[in-house]
Structures are given as C-alpha cells and as structure tokens.
C-alpha cells in the first residue's frame, strides 16, 4: 500500500573519506537496493528511484542510475587511493529493526570491500548523535508529503544541514540543489515548478548526497 515511507542512505559530502565524490559513488555502486526490500517482504517494501517519497508531486525516476556493481565498486576505491578498500565506523539504533537491517547493509558492502564497524546506541541517543555529525552515513526513514518541497528541503537543502542554527535532518551537508529548490517554492507555473523539483533530485543524486 502507499503512501509509504522513504529509506535512504545519507553521505556526508563534507567528512572524509566521503568528501570524495569517487567514495561516494563507490558506496552508491555497493549498495544492493534489492537486499532490505527482500528482507523486509514484496508486500511492504520496494526499491526506491529518487531522493522523494514516489507518490510525492514532483517525483521523478528519471535521474543517475548507480546499480549494484561490485566489480565497479572495487574499481572506484581504487582510483580514489583505497586500494585495499574502504573502512568505516556508522552509528546504529540499536532498535531491533534498524539493527537487523544496518547488519544486511553491513554484510552487502563487504562484498565490494567496503567494511562497516556498527556502533550501537539507544535509540533516542542514535538521534542526538547523528545530529552531531557523528556518523559519515546515516540511514533514515521519513514520510513528508504531498509535495516535494518537504523532503528536499528537510534533507537535501544546506539551511537545513545539521549542526546549523537551522537544523533539520540534512545529514548529507548536501547543497547542489539549493537554487532548484528555492526556485520551485515561488513558482507559478505548475509545470516549471516540477521541472525545478526534478532537476533537484538529478542534482542530488549526481552527488551522491543520499543512496
């Protein structure tokens, strides 16, 4: 059923090693976005195309593809000097259903080399932390609707990057879409509106602010 949730991967774009676009597109080309929707069931859950909630106004799937590849993964790191893959620490919920599911995210990125250290917390302490720019990942999921403008400019607009006085939850520290987004909030012409929200998202995605 939907309306539903969206789960992405937030990447800090500022905090090394994923102040590396090479990384983060490494980590983008690690990440099978089969593996959650399987374990959580066909009847709940399913890939996601884009950086908004699909039945949000001004969704598009049409943006940069970065499928699951291994091989490519591997070959990214490489150029980008990790020649003996990536290692890294990622704050966790210790929430039974966060934690299962960051142990699959764990196991998935071992294969392109990439090694993931959990670092459990409670829960409620899991969200003062990552607001603390604790974590270079972070794995959230969030409903915003109806319109796009909510979760562009909650996770993906730079007044929004955590650790500013206007805070919200974007973790990513992401702000290649900050024009786009600006532009659609005073646009009269509803088609121009979505096209700036879809250019937002291709922005976003070309970044590698989120998987």
């Known amino acids: 059923f939907e309306p539903s949730e969206l789960n992405l991967l937030h990447v800090n774009t500022k905090m090394p090693p994923f102040d590396n676009l090479l990384v983060r597109q490494a980590l983008a080309h690690a990440v099978d976005p089969n593996r959650l929707p399987k374990y959580r069931g066909a009847e ?60 699959i995210l764990q196991a998935n990125l071992k294969e392109s080399g990439i090694t993931v250290t959990l670092q459990p917390a409670e829960h409620a302490t899991w969200h003062q932390l990552i607001r603390k720019d ?18 562009l400019t909650q996770f993906f607009h730079s007044s929004s990057s955590v650790g500013t ?13 900050d024009k786009q987004i600006e532009a659609a ?27």
Not at 134 to 151: E, K, M, N, T, W
Not at 169 to 176: A, D, G, I
């Open 134 to 151: 604790l974590s270079p990942v972070v794995p959230y999921g969030a409903s915003r609707f109806p319109i796009a403008d909510v979760y």
């Open 44 to 103: 709940f859950s399913k890939p996601a195309k884009s950086v908004v909630p699909s039945d949000n106004l001004g969704y598009t799937d049409d943006v940069p593809r970065y499928d699951f590849n291994p091989r490519k993964a591997r070959s990214l790191l490489r150029q980008a000097g990790y020649v003996n893959g990536l290692a890294f620490n990622m704050m966790a919920s210790q929430s039974p259903g966060y934690y299962a599911e960051l142990q």
């Open 185 to 211: 909030r005073v646009e009269v012409d509803p088609q121009r509106r979505n096209e700036l929200w879809k250019e937002a998202q291709r922005l976003i995605i070309r970044a590698v602010c989120a998987i």
């Open 165 to 177: 006085p206007t805070a919200v939850t974007n973790f990513s520290h992401c702000s290649v879409a």
